[in-house]
């Protein structure tokens, strides 16, 4: 027997040898292989997972559509093979697709279930039930008033030739016939050629009882339903188990001696180990810049340091154990690999810098191409430039896996993990096999859309059922939750447990990423998932230390009377198309020609900071920007005048900083952002300097939800993009004043350290509920 290569990428479970496994574990679901306690569920999950001669089957009364959920949990082993409608749908676990001829032979023998539904219809005390099924009508019933009904309806199902199978005295179905669980799985086995010795049959209802009867070897696990252990009573290879679900299971296994005693895969997993940090960041980058000095590898201060990275490391400066996991590049010219360095001894003595060895090719694949070019276009819904490759895909999986490894590496029993990003979609899902023990957070640093975008993902159920594997996930906007919501009740049965309303902190109707309530806990299967809302705050001491540079006084000096009377509108951003520059551009032209008085009193400053030279999905880009810049100075310059002063190079924050001191509107304009934290620094930078400078922002940026005072423009509308930069111009110093005060309390108050703080107290707020 060949069994298919499971498609659950963030599994271990290996391809069993082309002969005839060792155990065949053919499992009902509901109280059985989904049931019992976390420890023998994680103990069987891993054996099958991991053990490469044990084949799943699911053997189940749900339809095939109800078990897809199932096939997306990272937690839940996939099986080998599926057989659903209690027998009467038969698919290849891998692919989903029919077996064949098997289920053509089940097929050939239903009437049809409009046929099945209209020959019942006349019966009723029988309730149809509204689940996914196929070739199987099932119903409702109660015992009393269906009593003197039973052998009618069994006159009209044989009429059709089908069967009636009754089962814990409340349900009905009508099957093609001779179709049942039991049944199926000896065709299956015959199909396949499998020995019937080593299959191993676990049911704990009178639904499974075909299964023993059908003469495979048998388990009856704990809390089953009497009327199969009264059926199962007098079978001698049926073994009735203690435990329930997954450890009745383990308790068969070993009174059959299906395994032998000294199999590695058998034996109970060590317990994890005391020592380790009780705080590990896992983010995609280290703390710090590593660069060569000649034979040398040596850390150097961050050249484009954000205000996330100190606020993360302010966690380990009082003394708590902590890990940083980051990749490091492993390069034989730099030397032996390091896989563990110190951060800085002096301000965090207990914190390591775990580093995880990844090669540049498989850098560039990982994080260069497949993050920005898959994922990155897709999570801000252009979906349409996304471009997946499966072996791009086995890439990210193996890079993620590697970081799961050496976080589980670096924990303390029952620590608190932290992942970061997209980038790290996968690691919770193989974390959570690896070390059960710990409390994972996962925080989503980019915009997060909704399920008509995010469901063009060739893998989207795998990521999804990675994120359920935290115990706590973080969005910065209560959108962004919601559509995070979207996208699991659409994949798998959720149940929404408690939400809470958006105001006052968030906009609700206001803006076009609004909200009013928002979800803040999910049960999905046997796991509950707590979710929030968390904007990234600025770092305001960094930015009052750089207004206190006198090289900066100076900068701002210079700024100001080279603009002179002039307003200056001023825009920072990254070359993405994501960030809406030539709309940009294309707007203020408009402003130039509809309101020629506004030519040689306004001038239009951008920054533009270059895509690495790696990623050329951004070149027409550039292209087209310079193009537009070109063509709008060319059509406005005066002698004394440049309407846009464009700027294709990275500056140094200092620099960037005098630039938000020294004009009067910021023009942040984005078709979609997770947050946006330059709006931030320019309203903490003219709330620390006391001036009224406006922000102009995109309603479809996160930090438009959060931000009230920001002038808020629709960047899809030419005409508004155009009235919104028209309004800040115009607006009187009065109103300019009482938004900026209104925009500073809220940087003021919600800055990076209370962000990083309202996180990890929401995560460690999970162990109450």
Known sequence: MTVSTPANPSSTRNTPAASAPQLILATDLDGTFLAGDAAARHRLYRLVDQH??????????????????????????????????????????RTLQPLQPLQSMIDAHWPGEQVVAAAMRPFTALQRQDVPQERRCSYFCDPATL??????????????????????????????????????????????????ERILVAGDTLNDLSMY??????????????????????LDNTYHATAPGCG?????????????????????????????????????????????????????????????????????????????????????????????VTVDAERYPTLTAARVPLTRQEVDIFYKRFSKEAFWPMLHVFWERARFREDDWQVFLKVNRRFAEATAAEAAHGATVWIHDYNLWMVPATLRELRPDLK???????????????????????????LLSCDYIGFHIPRQVENFVDVVRGAMPAERLAW???????????????????????????????????????????????????????????????????????????????????????????????????????????VCVPAAREMTV?????????????????????LDWTPVRFFAQALLFEEVVAHYAAAQVMWITPLRDGLNLVAKEFVATHGIEG?????????????????????????????????????ALSMPEEEAGGRMRQLFGSVEYYDVDRWGREFLDAVRGTDAT
């Not at 409340?170 to 799985?185: A, E, N, V």
């Not at 400078?693 to 939800?705: D, K, M, N, Q, R």
């Not at 899809?716 to 009235?723: C, E």
């Open 52 to 93: 490469p001669d044990i084949a799943l089957i699911f053997i189940t009364g749900r339809g095939l559509e109800a078990v897809m959920p199932l096939l997306s949990d990272p937690a839940i082993p996939r099986p080998d093979y599926v057989v659903c409608d209690v027998g009467a749908t038969v698919v290849d676990g």
């Open 147 to 196: 009593a003197p009904l039973r052998s009618q309806i069994q006159a009209a199902a044989q009429a059709l030739g089908c069967d009636v199978l009754y089962s814990a005295d409340r349900y009905l179905d009508i099957l093609p016939p001779d179709t049942d669980k039991g049944r199926t799985l000896a065709a299956l086995a015959r199909l396949l050629d499998l020995p019937r």
């Open 213 to 234: 009867t059908s003469g495979f070897r048998g388990v009856c696990v704990g809390e089953s339903e009497p009327a199969l252990t009264d059926a199962t009573a007098a």
């Open 248 to 340: 009745g299971i383990l308790e068969a296994i070993e009174h059959f001696g299906l395994l032998a005693a000294d199999d590695a895969f058998w034996k109970p997993p060590a317990t994890a180990r005391a020592e380790g940090s009780d705080l590990v960041m896992v983010y995609h980058r280290m703390p710090f810049d590593e660069v060569m000095e000649g034979d040398t590898l040596v850390q150097r201060p961050p050249r484009s340091p954000n205000g996330i990275i100190p606020s993360l490391l302010s966690f380990f400066e009082g003394g708590q154990k902590g890990s940083w996991v980051a990749w490091g590049i492993d390069d034989p010219k730099r030397g032996p690999f390091q896989t563990h």
């Open 440 to 466: 994972i957070a996962f925080f989503h640093h980019t915009y997060f859309p909704s399920a008509d975008v995010f469901n063009v993902v060739p893998w989207r159920r795998e990521i999804i059922g990675s």
């Open 500 to 606: 809470e309303s958006c105001a006052p902190r968030f906009l609700t109707y206001g803006c076009a990423v609004g909200l009013d309530t928002m979800t803040t806990r999910l049960r999905v299967g046997d796991r509950e998932v707590a979710l929030g809302a968390h904007p990234v705050g600025t770092d305001l001491r960094r930015i009052h230390n750089v207004l206190a540079k006198p090289s900066v006084r100076n900068d701002i000096f210079k700024l100001r009377r080279e603009i002179g009377a002039r307003k200056l509108v001023l825009s920072v951003e990254r070359l993405d198309y994501t960030k809406g520059t030539l709309a940009k551009l294309e707007a203020f032209e408009r402003l130039l020609e509809q309101h020629p008085d506004r030519q040689g009193k306004v001038t239009l400053l951008m």
């Open 618 to 638: 951004y070149r027409t880009l550039q292209n087209q920007i310079e193009q537009a810049v070109g063509r709008i100075n060319g059509r406005f310059s005066r």
């Open 691 to 727: 001036s009224n400078g406006v922000l102009v922002l995109s309603e479809f940026a996160g930090a438009a939800a959060e931000l009230k005072g920001a002038v808020l423009t629709n960047p899809h509308d030419p005409a508004d993009l155009t009235a919104g930069l028209l309004q």
